[in-house]
């Protein structure tokens, strides 16, 4: 099927359109699937579920007259062998997008509605007033955060307060949330990812969470090199999915009581921080806090 919207889309600029986003529902469908006898695994759902937002993307670039940030036909071509082949595939995944299974592909004129809400808060977000987001993902306000691991004696848990990070269009973001993972060198998760809940609220050029975070192995058993990640993501609901906007991490030599300013890098998140490129000049940071509890 994706070879044929594939095909399709060079001899016809409208069947296309409809190829991508019945076979786009078709694997969202999938990647939602609950059922014990799905012949897929968790990860390999999620790699359809990304899939599924490409498509979803390349079709909302087919009906956009704009040029900018579009999903190209060589871009779509590349997921044909990783659907192809998706019992055996284990790389990385090539477009730094965000399976969102608990948010229904939107219909058209619920997706009208929602631009329209993102310019209400785009308007009531100035002169500093706070301004509360509205939940629009089920389950999304609760996060997957978890509870801080049981003491052992000599040991040490790290306990990290998300205070805020500032952004130049902090106003526009919706259902913003943070993603915080830790890996080793290579890349590889140390320990399980936590999303914080969607964010408390928007003022000048923060978004404020307040959020604890407990960090799911010891200090002392964090491998040489490691880093603690924060991903900084956000709906786009003109695109239907939600993106990935910067990214910071924290080494471990900066594990220290007490506040901490990190900066900020550009997407897609570098875990081997090889390739880091700041967001920006101006002095925006995220705004931690940690708190070292030892036995």
């Given at each position: 099927?994706?070879?044929?919207?594939?095909?399709?889309?060079?001899?016809?600029?409208?069947?296309?359109?409809?190829?991508?986003?019945?076979?786009?529902?078709?694997?969202?469908?999938?990647?939602?699937?609950?059922?014990?006898?799905?012949?897929?695994?968790?990860?390999?759902?999620?790699?359809?579920?990304?899939?599924?937002?490409?498509?979803?993307?390349?079709?909302?670039?087919?009906?956009?007259?704009?040029?900018?940030?579009?999903?190209?036909?060589?871009?779509?071509?590349?997921?044909?062998?990783?659907?192809?082949?998706?019992?055996?595939?284990?790389?990385?995944?090539?477009?730094d997008v965000q399976p969102v299974p608990l948010r229904k592909i939107l219909a058209p004129g619920e997706e009208e509605h929602l631009e329209f809400e993102e310019d209400d808060e785009e308007g009531g977000a100035g002169a500093g007033s706070p301004d509360s987001f509205p939940a629009r993902v089920p389950g999304a306000n609760e996060?997957?955060?978890?509870?801080?691991?049981?003491?052992?004696?000599?040991?040490?848990?790290?306990?990290?307060?998300?205070?805020?990070?500032?952004?130049?269009?902090?106003?526009?973001?919706?259902?913003?949330?943070?993603?915080?993972?830790?890996?080793?060198?290579?890349?590889?998760?140390?320990?399980?990812?936590?999303?914080?809940?969607?964010?408390?609220?928007?003022?000048?050029?923060?978004?404020?969470?307040?959020?604890?975070?407990?960090?799911?192995?010891?200090?002392?058993?964090?491998?040489?090199?490691?880093?603690?990640?924060?991903?900084?993501?956000?709906?786009?609901?003109?695109?239907?999915?939600?993106?990935?906007?910067?990214?910071?991490?924290?080494?471990?030599?900066?594990?220290?009581?007490?506040?901490?300013?990190?900066?900020?890098?550009?997407?897609?998140?570098?875990?081997?921080?090889?390739?880091?490129?700041?967001?920006?000049?101006?002095?925006?940071?995220?705004?931690?806090?940690?708190?070292?509890?030892?036995?």
């Amino acid at each position: 099927k994706l070879s044929a919207a594939t095909h399709g889309e060079r001899t016809t600029r409208n069947k296309p359109k409809l190829n991508q986003g019945r076979l786009a529902r078709h694997l969202q469908k999938e990647a939602q699937s609950q059922h014990n006898n799905s012949e897929f695994t968790e990860d390999q759902k999620k790699t359809i579920a990304k899939i599924a937002t490409c498509l979803e993307l390349r079709s909302a670039a087919l009906q956009s007259t704009q040029s900018q940030d579009e999903f190209k036909l060589e871009d779509l071509k590349k997921l044909e062998p990783i659907l192809k082949n998706i019992l055996t595939y284990n790389k990385e995944f090539p477009f730094d997008v965000q399976p969102v299974p608990l948010r229904k592909i939107l219909a058209p004129g619920e997706e009208e509605h929602l631009e329209f809400e993102e310019d209400d808060e785009e308007g009531g977000a100035g002169a500093g007033s706070p301004d509360s987001f509205p939940a629009r993902v089920p389950g999304a306000n609760e996060g997957t955060l978890l509870p801080r691991l049981p003491s052992e004696p000599g040991m040490t848990l790290l306990t990290i307060n998300i205070e805020k990070i500032g952004l130049k269009d902090a106003g526009q973001c919706i259902d913003p949330y943070i993603t915080v993972s830790v890996k080793d060198l290579n890349g590889i998760d140390l320990t399980p990812v936590q999303d914080t809940p969607v964010a408390l609220r928007k003022e000048d050029t923060y978004v404020h969470f307040n959020v604890d975070i407990e960090i799911q192995k010891h200090v002392e058993k964090l491998t040489k090199g490691a880093a603690i990640f924060f991903e900084f993501k956000h709906y786009k609901p003109k695109k239907r999915f939600t993106s990935t906007k910067c990214f910071a991490f924290m080494e471990m030599d900066e594990i220290k009581p007490g506040a901490i300013v990190i900066e900020l890098y550009k997407k897609p998140t570098d875990f081997k921080r090889k390739k880091l490129q700041l967001l920006t000049k101006k002095p925006l940071y995220l705004h931690l806090h940690q708190t070292l509890h030892k036995e």
